[in-house]
């Protein structure tokens, strides 16, 4: 008969930031192991659910018993099992007894071909098992494959000593209101489990599979369900917030959830001075330390009340508010103590120190590394047009909070407080927000700096990253990547795209090694780099929706300059659109195929009109001296789609020219000014992009 079956461990409190991961496990071990073994329906579904003290899932329409099965076996070849006379030889009987069949005869097998040799089979009904059996295997299967962080060792009170994530304590295996008789962990499966240490009084039984989730949660004060707690908490904090933001971010959410098995949400309160802290530290030490959630007001402003999740509920929480809030508030006072004292010392009096911080044993000091970082910048300022003293003065400063005491905390703020201790140094705004946005952009659609100055540093900072530890050897390998390479180039790809930049960046690539000119341990990667970026230049370009193809059109020209790349891939997405286009794109690969293919031989150094016998070729030529001056005028002002569409009026010159003239001609200088007429053809039709990579 079809049941639910719940299987629950009650453990002692598991590892919070394992919970999740053991919860699923756990629920798509079992289900795995009862399906391979045939004891689930094909329309069942299973639950899992995981709480700080128990793992358990519910499976429905599991069976009793596993269908009998029909099983074909291979007994022997026919050449093994029969001697030369047909008579069967004494591998046979071994093999029949060894398979559990000793009084079969040779008339009772199957003689067929196994695709090799011709062989003896014999097939037979095998019953079904009992659930009891397939549920300790998958038990005992699920168990040992469990991603554990860490196995613990203790002793159970008959003597046996059991390694597990943490000491078991109850078994339930229930199928329908039936126990099943498994156990493990040294425990026997029953229907009894505990509710909550504080909120349930005694043991709780289970009476039916299908009732454990509602008879936990009205009895046992627990909710079982990871992602209906999640949502609990995730309600109860708004509806506390009373109209503010509550600050809760999907890891503080998970991280809590995994602590309560009742989740209630209290209001609490620090003192008003505390608010002269730079938000940021506050609000990091109070979800960094006491897992809080900060609230602040419609302004992003933070406000001086926090909420807590507590595992308790009560009429009269004062006690459990009251000493939260005295927790947090040694917390916020050292926070508010790095604040005072860092603030004591000015950034450019910290800059020295630097120099006694190893950036990497191969390229020197973070002091080194800053005065590197300024160069550059002060390079790409002077190439835009920008402030290079504000930009110099921007890198210089932009790392010296890692030298400060609430960096040396919270290394998440680093750039934030530089930002802070700048301002209060009377720096330039624009140098003091370069000491935050130069890390910018952090993480894919994170923002880009807002200021140039900014832009400068980050650029400047992110090209010496990338072109240093490429030079020493240590470029991304496989889905190995420490120095965050990756995130460094698509960082500057997306300033020089979104930003439009007018830089070279084989020029930003040169510059950066330069750099490191007179290093041993350094060798000029530019070249290396430039091909990687185009590669995330790919990847960056496919994101924004557009084709494979259009992208190779443009990206193959190995673009230097990305300021209009936009407009290039647009105009070649329109012209891929024209009726036109599938031919032209024909013809220019084959254009290309006969350059290649002809590198050796000297083009004529310009087409000879005289030379033009064909009146096909006669038609092409003419038809490009008079597109000429507009294709030119229309790339020089930027106009890539005019600059495309213009070239639709070839097609049946072009078209004509193919099918008419040879162009591998007999005649040496015939051919060569056919080559030459090509060449120009080919040179006007690829100024926007290489249109043969749209033919199909």
Known sequence: MNQTLLVELLTEELPPKALAKLGEA???????????RDFIESDSTATAYATPRRLAVSITKVRATSPDK??????????????????????????????????????????????????????????????Q???????????????????????RPDGETVQFVRPAHKLIALHGADVVPVAVLGLAAGRVTLGHRFLSAGE??????????ATLEARGRIVPSVAARKERIRASLQDKANGDQVLMPESLLDEVNALVEWPVVYECRFEDAFLSVPQECLILTMQTNQKYFALTDAAGKLRSRFLIVSNLETSDPQHIIGGNERVVRPRLSDAK????????????????????????????????????????????????????ALAERGALLAKADLLTDMVGEFPELQGIMGTYYARHDGEPEDVALAASEHYQPRFAGDALPSTQTGTVVALADKLETLVGIWGIGLQPTGDKDPFALRRHALGVLRMLVEKRLPLSLN?????????????????????????????????????????????????AQNPDRLDNILERLDAVKAFAALPEAESLAAANKRIANILKKNDG?????????????????????SAMSQLRPQVDAAFAQGDFAGTLKSLARLRND??????????????????????????????????VADISKLAA
Do not use: C, W
Request: charge should be negative.
């Open 26 to 36: 756990f629920a798509a071990g079992i289900l795995n192991g009862l399906k391979a």
């Open 337 to 388: 103590f790095f604040f005072e004292q860092d603030k004591k010392k000015k950034l450019a009096d910290r800059l020295p120190g630097l120099g006694n911080v190893v950036y990497h044993n191969k390229l020197g000091t973070q002091g080194q590394r800053t005065e590197r970082v300024k160069a550059l910048a002060g390079k790409i300022a002077a190439a835009l047009g920008a402030d290079v």
């Open 507 to 555: 020029d930003l690539l040169r510059d950066a090694a330069q750099l490191f000119a007179g290093n041993a341990n350094f060798k000029d990667a530019a070249g290396d780099v430039f091909a990687f970026m185009l590669d995330r230049l790919r990847g960056l370009l496919r994101e924004r929706g557009y084709a494979q193809n259009e992208i190779e059109a443009v990206v």
């Open 654 to 687: 072009v078209d004509a020219f193919f099918n008419d003239v040879m162009v591998m001609a007999e005649d040496e200088q015939l051919r060569r000014n056919r080559i030459a007429l090509l060449s120009d053809l080919h040179g006007m039709m690829n100024q």
């Open 204 to 213: 709780l039984q289970i009476d039916h599979a299908d009732a454990y989730a």
């Open 70 to 131: 029909s099983i074909r076996e291979k007994v022997l070849p026919v050449s093994v099992a029969l001697d030369k006379d047909g008579n069967p030889a004494a591998p046979l009987a071994k093999k029949l007894a060894a398979l559990g069949f000793p009084d079969l005869k040779v008339s009772d097998l199957e003689r067929a071909s196994d695709g090799k040799a011709e062989s003896f089979f014999y097939t037979y009904t095998a019953p079904g098992s009992n659930l």
């Open 601 to 621: 031989e000297a083009a004529a150094a310009s087409v000879q009109s005289d030379l033009l016998k064909e009146s096909a070729e006669e038609g092409l030529y």
């Open 133 to 155: 059996a397939g549920l300790q295997a998958a038990l005992e299967d699920t168990l040992g494959k469990l991603p554990i962080p860490k196995l613990m060792s203790y002793q």
